[in-house]
Every structure is written in structure tokens, then in C-alpha cells.
């Protein structure tokens, strides 16, 4: 089975503060990890993905992850905010058994970027 | 290009009755996955569809059936509404690789 925890449901930070998500991921073999965000009224878009190559990713807007296999983390971050970041952020997980298609969400952690 | 569309954008329905969703997908995009996303929840998968055929399928009852048709778009049929149906649902769709969502059909059960 494969699972995602996210550890937050909220974080608040300043704009021009980092800012950091946390997912703690499982798999019972070598998993694919995806970051999505989700503003309101707005599909689901890609941040970035991982898939078993550089464990550092980096993803569109300045954001990045690193894929921390002794750790099962799977942890989001961003240098400075922006308020445009303010919104849902997902992450998930697939894995080869589903033909890397069936996509596991976690609960999500909403941001909250004050000025 | 498009990208993923779906309609309707917003549906009431009553406990009891039955719905449809429609997705068109990504253009050159020949899987469709449904996905529902209960109020501060994560979405769940639903199905997938790939040449007109369910492909895999997540935990939902029979009441949640899917269908795809040649030209790659796909609906969703709920049957038996009950009022924890009420969700944002979400259509994907891929080719090979990447899922791109729509914007999704908000669908509420009185």
C-alpha cells in the first residue's frame, strides 16, 4: 500500500520568508512523489515530480524538493514567498504497481502568505 | 490548446437521483482519471479509463460508473445520489506520463 502524510494543514508565513511543506511518504517499493498545487476555482497543477533520478527537484515558481529516502520525506520549499503563493499545496505519491497512474493524495497543507 | 475541460461547472442534485459528468481531455491526451475531492480533503481516485475501457479502479461503490468514448473524452455517472456524494470532482488526463487536471465539476446533494 502507499500513503502520503502531510504534516501541516496550515502554515502561515511572511511574504519574502521561506517557506517549508512537509510530507512524509509510503511505499512498499520505489515510489514516484509529485508536488500539486491548487488555487481556488482553479484545476490542480504540477510543481514538480520526482522519479527515482536527482533527488533534489526543482520545480516552476522557485519551488523545490528533496526525495529523502531514509527518511521518507519528501519535503517542499521555497526560498522567499510570494503572496500569488497562497494556496493548496498536495503532495503525492504513485508507485510501478499501478502503472505509476493511480495517484495517492495527502490531506494537503493550505499556505498562507501575509504581506 | 485547451487543456482539460469539464462540465458543468456547478450541479444540485437531489439524494436519490442521478448525474453525469463530462470530461474532454488534453488534446493528443488518451487516458482519463476521475478523481473526487471531498470539502478539505484530498481528491480520491476514482477510475481510470484508457481505450474505452476502466483500467483500474479506486474504492467506490458500483453506484460510481465511467464510460470513454473514441475520441478520448469521458463521464462519470453517479447513480443513487447520497448527500456524502456531494464533492468537487476532477477529470485527469495523460498520455504516457503527466496527469493535467481540469478545473473540475462541483457537485452538491441535497
Known amino acids: 500500500a502507499q500513503s502520503v502524510t502531510q504534516l501541516d494543514s496550515h502554515v502561515s508565513v511572511s511574504e519574502g520568508t521561506p517557506v517549508l511543506l512537509r510530507c512524509n511518504y509510503s511505499s512498499s517499493y520505489s515510489p514516484s512523489l509529485f508536488w500539486y498545487v491548487q488555487h481556488p476555482n482553479k484545476g490542480l497543477q504540477l510543481l514538480l515530480k520526482?522519479?527515482?533520478?536527482?533527488?533534489l527537484v526543482k520545480g516552476i515558481n522557485g519551488f523545490e524538493a528533496e526525495f529523502k529516502k531514509s527518511e521518507t520525506s519528501f519535503h517542499l520549499t521555497k526560498p522567499s514567498a510570494h503572496m500569488s503563493d497562497a494556496a493548496e499545496y498536495f503532495c503525492v505519491v504513485t508507485q510501478r504497481e499501478t502503472g505509476f497512474q493511480k495517484l495517492v493524495f495527502g490531506t494537503g497543507t493550505r499556505l498562507l502568505v501575509s504581506p | 490548446d485547451a487543456g482539460v475541460t469539464q462540465s458543468p461547472t456547478h450541479l444540485i442534485k437531489t439524494r436519490g437521483q442521478q448525474v453525469t459528468l463530462r470530461c474532454s481531455p488534453k488534446s493528443g491526451h488518451d487516458t482519463v482519471s476521475w478523481y473526487q475531492q471531498a470539502l478539505g480533503q484530498g481528491p480520491q481516485f476514482i477510475f481510470q479509463y484508457y481505450e474505452e475501457e476502466e483500467r483500474q479502479r479506486g474504492n467506490f461503490p458500483d453506484r460510481f460508473s465511467g464510460h470513454q468514448f473514441p475520441n478520448y473524452s469521458s463521464e462519470l455517472n453517479v447513480n443513487a445520489l447520497l448527500l456524502g456524494d456531494s464533492a468537487l470532482y476532477l477529470c485527469?488526463?495523460?498520455?504516457?506520463?503527466?496527469?493535467?487536471f481540469g478545473p473540475g465539476t462541483r457537485l452538491t446533494v441535497t
Open positions: 520526482y522519479t527515482s533520478a536527482a533527488t
Open positions: 485527469a488526463s495523460s498520455l504516457l506520463g503527466e496527469q493535467y
